[in-house]
Every structure is written in structure tokens, then in C-alpha cells.
């Protein structure tokens, strides 16, 4: 299992709402969350394929938010 972090705007659990159909829609994604706590609002994924990232960006961006990918720790 890969994980996939991303520097994200969604603020509050009425954005997170709003993603949720977007992420839940990739086939790929086999969980989600977003730390609405953190400064950088990260959310994190979890695939078998580290390649969907751009799809991931994508999905948050049709919602109406902004996605940017974090390097790997």
C-alpha cells in the first residue's frame, strides 16, 4: 500500500463533505483522510498505485478545492 499526501484548502467538515464524492469515485483510492487540524490541511491517501496522484489533484480541484502534492518524508 502506497500513501499519497497532499498540501491542501479544505478547512472544515463541510469541505471535506464536499470532496468526498470526488475521492470516493477513484477506483484506486482505498482510503482518505483529511487533518483539518494541521496547518497545511494534508490530505492523505491511501492506493496500490502511486501513479494517480495527478487524478487525485484533479478530483479535489472539480470540488472546488486545491490540491498540491507533498515529497515523500
Known amino acids: ?3 499519497l499526501n ?3 484548502n479544505i ?3 463541510g469541505c ?3 470532496v468526498t464524492p470526488f475521492l470516493n469515485d ?5 482510503g482518505w483522510n483529511v487533518d483539518t487540524d494541521s496547518p497545511d490541511k494534508i490530505l492523505t491517501v491511501q492506493t496500490t498505485d ?3 496522484g495527478a487524478e ?3 478530483a479535489v480541484e472539480r ?9 515523500r518524508p
Open 6 to 8: 497532499f498540501k491542501t
Open 63 to 71: 470540488a472546488g478545492y486545491k490540491a498540491e502534492p507533498m515529497p
Open 16 to 18: 471535506v463533505a464536499a
Open 1 to 3: 500500500m502506497e500513501t
Open 11 to 13: 478547512k472544515c467538515s
Open 50 to 52: 502511486n501513479r494517480i
Open 56 to 58: 487525485v489533484r484533479k
Open 26 to 30: 477513484i477506483e484506486q483510492v482505498d
